[in-house]
């Protein structure tokens, strides 16, 4: 499903207004999810799972082509942890 599609049955199961107004919603979301996460804060949604930004240390990796060692730095990385609703929803 893209990003359309989703707009789309958001938009016949919440009964909206519009679609237009659908995916207002939609993006708002989206963005608030990610200026909480720059700032370091994490977004819980009971059921569904936590959205949280995670460091990942800097470490060294191989190049595949070369076998060359490099060095692959430290990065903030968003991560998703599933909520135990959205793991039973799935399961059955």
Request: charged share 35%.
């Amino acid at each position: 499903m893209n990003k359309k599609e989703l707009v789309e049955a958001m938009y016949k199961k919440a009964d909206a207004n519009s679609k237009a107004e659908t995916k207002r919603v939609l993006d708002a979301f989206i963005e608030t999810v990610k200026s909480t996460l720059k700032k370091g804060d994490q977004v819980s949604i009971s059921g569904f799972g936590t959205f949280q930004a995670k460091k990942r240390k800097a470490r060294t990796g191989v190049n595949p082509q070369t076998g060359e060692k490099m060095q692959i730095p430290a990065v903030k990385v968003a991560k998703f942890k599933v909520g135990s609703g959205l793991k039973r929803a799935v399961r059955k």
